[in-house]
């Protein structure tokens, strides 16, 4: 309890690893031109007049600007009350296409 391995007062709460319940208007604001930007490289790959798989299903994604907030900043989550989670729950959620949800959420 008192050596050199004693547990400090952020490993006994777990403030190391806490995430805000929502967005910050920041947060929001770099998804939307996080969004914005794979859109311009999705329409420079469409100009370049290159054929594949991958550029089929990424037009058939819905624009920045075609999504509605709750679909921006919300994801589907069977776990979740209401369905909904927030984005920033999900792990690598930067990476990911997390545009499309099932129909009816």
């Known amino acids: 309890m ?3 391995f004693r547990p400090t007062q952020p490993s006994m709460v777990g403030l190391l690893w ?8 920041t947060r929001k604001a770099n998804v939307r031109a996080r969004l914005k ?3 311009s490289v999705i329409e ?5 007049g290159v054929q594949c798989g991958a550029l089929t299903k990424a037009l058939e994604l819905p624009k920045e600007h075609e999504m509605p907030p709750r679909d ?6 069977k776990h979740a009350k209401g369905y909904r989670k927030g ?15 099932p129909k009816g959420f």
């Not at 806490?18 to 208007?25: A, D, I, V, Y």
């Not at 420079?44 to 370049?48: D, H, I, P, R």
Request: glycine share 2%.
């Open 87 to 101: 984005i920033h729950k999900v792990p690598k959620w930067t990476r990911l296409t997390l545009r499309t949800n």
């Open 72 to 77: 921006k900043y919300t994801v589907f989550s």
């Open 2 to 4: 008192f050596g050199a």
């Open 18 to 25: 806490c995430t805000p319940w929502k967005l910050s208007r």
């Open 37 to 39: 930007r794979v859109d």
């Open 44 to 48: 420079a790959v469409k100009e370049s």
